[in-house]
């Protein structure tokens, strides 16, 4: 096992001829797949990894400056796909690793056969004819939070962020994983993310974009797909599932696990 894959805990499962990446957002690990992963490891080959930052992955090798805009993390997902000798893949991306997924395909779009983006946002504020669901007080709250009690911020997070109640089990699964992060690279990270603004990248994605949303999601305003979809530069197509929360793959799989199937086999018919 190369240095990449050790480091990123790359875990590599079936073989199909077709390689699938699954990149799980903030505050989760590749363990946030599955109930996605039995249904796909008959016929493809399936690329599991853990984000720099995760709990799973050594703090030790997380460099704050290089993980302070989301190019970081796309470095990484072409040197794990180097590595592996992945010559294309369908890249399914949650939350932050949707728009990690849309960097990666900028620099080395011959990579990237389709991106499947689940919940994810270009940018969290708000601007002028524009709106991520965020004001700046919001966020310094919600950062401020983090920094006086992790632990506590990490108990009223999850349940928001997954849309249910503390004793829903995929709310339990998601607080886990957000407090095995180290309190110090969970803020930064979530300050990467929070105030990235990838608007102006969108239209140099030519790799098509699938766009998977909740109706209701805390994070990410259903407005958004929209606007991902009329700013793509190449082909995109949007589905707005039934479902509430951040991490539908997660909390409502019955619902969830069919719709990413369909993406994963059916290319966009212009």
Same mark, same amino acid.
């Given at each position: 096992?190369?240095?990449?894959?050790?480091?990123?805990?790359? !875990?590599?499962?079936?073989?199909? #001829?077709?390689?699938?990446?699954? +990149?799980?957002?903030?505050?989760?690990?590749? $363990?946030?797949?599955?109930?996605?992963?039995?249904?796909?490891?008959? @016929?493809?080959?399936?690329?599991?990894?853990?984000?720099?930052? +995760?709990?799973?992955?050594?703090?030790?090798?997380?460099?704050?400056?290089?993980?302070?805009?989301?190019?970081?993390? +796309?470095? #990484?997902?072409? /040197?794990?796909?180097?590595?592996?000798?992945?010559?294309?893949?369908?890249?399914?991306?949650?939350?932050?690793?949707?728009?990690?997924?849309?960097? +990666?395909?900028?620099?080395?779009? @011959?990579?990237?056969? !389709?991106?499947?983006?689940?919940?994810?946002?270009?940018?969290?504020?708000? #601007?002028? @004819?524009? *709106? /991520? /669901?965020?004001?700046?007080?919001?966020?310094?709250?919600?950062?401020?939070?983090?920094?006086?009690? *992790? !632990?506590?911020?990490?108990? /009223?997070?999850?349940?928001?962020?997954?849309?249910?109640?503390?004793?829903?089990?995929?709310? %339990?699964?998601?607080?886990?994983?957000? *407090?095995?992060?180290?309190?110090?690279?969970?803020?930064?990270?979530?300050?990467?993310?929070? %105030?990235?603004?990838?608007?102006?990248?969108?239209?140099?994605?030519?790799?098509?974009?699938?766009?998977?949303? $909740?109706?209701?999601?805390?994070?990410?305003?259903?407005?958004?797909?929209?606007?991902?979809?009329?700013?793509?530069?190449?082909?995109?197509?949007?589905?707005?599932?039934?479902?509430?929360?951040?991490?539908?793959?997660?909390?409502?799989?019955?619902?969830?696990?069919?719709?990413?199937?369909?993406?994963?086999?059916?290319?966009?018919?212009?």
């Amino acid at each position: 096992m190369g240095v990449v894959e050790q480091a990123h805990n790359v !875990k590599i499962l079936g073989s199909g #001829d077709r390689t699938i990446v699954l +990149a799980h957002g903030f505050g989760t690990d590749q $363990s946030v797949w599955k109930h996605l992963v039995p249904h796909v490891v008959e @016929d493809y080959k399936v690329v599991l990894y853990d984000n720099m930052g +995760a709990g799973t992955t050594n703090p030790e090798y997380f460099d704050f400056d290089r993980y302070s805009s989301l190019e970081g993390y +796309a470095y #990484d997902v072409i /040197g794990i796909l180097e590595e592996l000798k992945v010559s294309s893949c369908i890249y399914v991306g949650h939350s932050v690793s949707a728009m990690i997924g849309a960097v +990666a395909s900028i620099s080395r779009p @011959d990579l990237f056969s !389709k991106l499947l983006m689940i919940s994810a946002s270009p940018r969290y504020l708000n #601007d002028v @004819d524009y *709106f /991520g /669901g965020y004001e700046q007080e919001d966020l310094d709250q919600l950062f401020q939070a983090m920094e006086s009690n *992790f !632990k506590a911020w990490c108990s /009223g997070f999850a349940p928001l962020a997954v849309g249910a109640d503390m004793e829903c089990v995929s709310v %339990q699964e998601f607080s886990r994983t957000l *407090f095995n992060m180290r309190p110090d690279i969970a803020l930064s990270v979530a300050q990467t993310i929070f %105030q990235s603004d990838m608007r102006h990248l969108l239209c140099h994605v030519t790799t098509p974009c699938h766009i998977i949303q $909740s109706m209701k999601d805390l994070a990410v305003p259903v407005v958004v797909s929209e606007y991902l979809h009329q700013n793509l530069g190449g082909e995109s197509i949007v589905e707005v599932m039934s479902t509430e929360g951040h991490l539908p793959q997660l909390s409502s799989p019955d619902v969830v696990v069919p719709v990413l199937l369909r993406h994963i086999r059916s290319d966009i018919v212009v």
